[in-house]
C-alpha cells in the first residue's frame, strides 16, 4: 500500500477548530484540553491529510465514560489498542472508508501528552526541521508498505532524532526564563 503525503492545506486548522467545538459539546468537562497536533498542526508541513486531535482529560478514569459520547460525533472507538496504551484512548472518523481524523483521548500533562505537544511546539519553532521531516515523509511515501503501521515504524528513529532536539530546546526555554 502506498501512504498519501499531502502539501500543507491551509483550510487544516479550521477543521481543526471546528472538530474541537463538536467535541466540547459533547464532553462537557470543566478542565478538559483539546488540542491540534501531528503535522496538519505545523504550518507549511506536508502531512497525510488526517487531523489529529488529543483530548485531555483531568482525570484519565473519566475517559471509558466519553467513548459514548465521541462515537456520536462519528468516531469509531479502537479498542485493540488499549492493551498496548492503556493510558490512552484512540478513535478514527472515517467518512466513506476514508480516515479524517484520528483522536487521542489522555489524560493532560501524562507523558503522551507532553512528548506529543512539545514535537508539534518544537516543529513549529523550527521550520528547516519540520522541512526535512517533510522531505523524510515524502521518501518513505514512495515505498510501498504492508500496512500503514510499518511506515509510522520507519519514521520513528527520525522522530527520536527530533524528539531529543525538542526536549534540549525546553530546557533551555525554561533556562532563558
Request: negative net charge.
Amino acid at each position: 500500500m502506498k501512504v498519501e503525503i499531502a502539501e500543507y492545506n491551509p483550510d487544516w486548522p479550521a477543521i481543526f477548530a471546528r472538530e474541537k467545538a463538536d467535541l466540547l459539546r459533547a464532553l462537557r468537562l470543566d478542565g478538559v484540553c483539546i488540542e491540534h497536533f501531528g503535522s496538519t498542526s505545523v504550518i507549511g508541513l506536508a502531512a497525510k491529510p488526517v487531523i489529529d486531535v488529543i483530548v485531555g482529560l483531568p482525570d484519565f478514569a473519566l475517559a471509558d465514560g466519553f467513548v459514548p459520547n465521541i462515537e456520536a460525533l462519528g468516531y469509531d472507538y479502537i479498542a485493540k489498542y488499549n492493551a498496548v496504551m492503556p493510558f490512552r484512548r484512540f478513535f478514527q472518523k472515517r467518512p466513506d472508508g476514508i480516515a479524517t481524523h484520528n483522536l487521542h483521548m489522555v489524560e493532560t500533562g501524562c507523558e503522551f501528552w507532553e512528548r506529543h505537544l512539545l514535537f508539534r511546539d518544537y516543529l513549529r519553532s523550527h521550520p528547516e526541521t519540520a522541512m526535512g521531516y517533510a522531505a523524510h515523509k515524502k521518501e518513505l511515501a514512495l515505498r510501498e508498505w504492508q500496512d500503514v503501521n510499518d511506515y509510522a515504524n520507519a519514521k520513528t528513529e527520525f522522530i527520536q532524532a527530533i524528539d531529543a532536539q525538542a526536549k534540549v530546546w525546553k530546557d533551555l526555554q525554561h533556562y532563558i526564563q
